[in-house]
């Protein structure tokens, strides 16, 4: 069982990224999954759930309009798309579902 994040990287104020999440090892359309972040000195955080069916969605308040969970369950794969980034969403942020854990793939936002 095994989820890997990819997509992270340095970007400037306003500008975008799409964080991919592939799972292996359990089957993937039965779960819920999630994508949290943790910042330097804080607690990890939920940014974004997805059913498993991709038909409904949360988000943290702080990315609400922003940001967007999406899923594809024939590759096996959530995504998170951020827009409109600020320096305060610079973090590592970690994949999750079916009690699993990416390594995280870190993100900052600066000029």
């Known amino acids: 069982v095994q989820l890997v994040e990819s997509g992270g990287g340095l970007v400037q104020p306003g500008g975008s990224l799409r964080l991919s999440c592939a799972a292996s090892?359990?089957?993937?359309?039965?779960?819920?999954m999630n994508w949290y972040r943790q910042a330097p000195g804080k607690e990890r955080e939920l940014v974004a759930a997805?059913?498993?069916?991709?038909?409904?969605?949360n988000y943290a308040d702080s990315v609400k309009g922003r940001f967007t969970i999406s899923r594809d369950n024939a590759k096996n794969t959530v995504y998170l798309q951020m827009n409109s980034l600020k320096p305060e969403d610079t973090a590592v942020y970690y994949c999750?579902?079916?009690?699993?854990w990416g390594q995280g793939t870190q993100v900052t936002v600066s000029s």
């Open positions: 999750n579902g079916r009690g699993v």
């Open positions: 090892g359990f089957t993937f359309s039965s779960y819920a």
């Open positions: 997805i059913g498993s069916a991709g038909g409904t969605m």
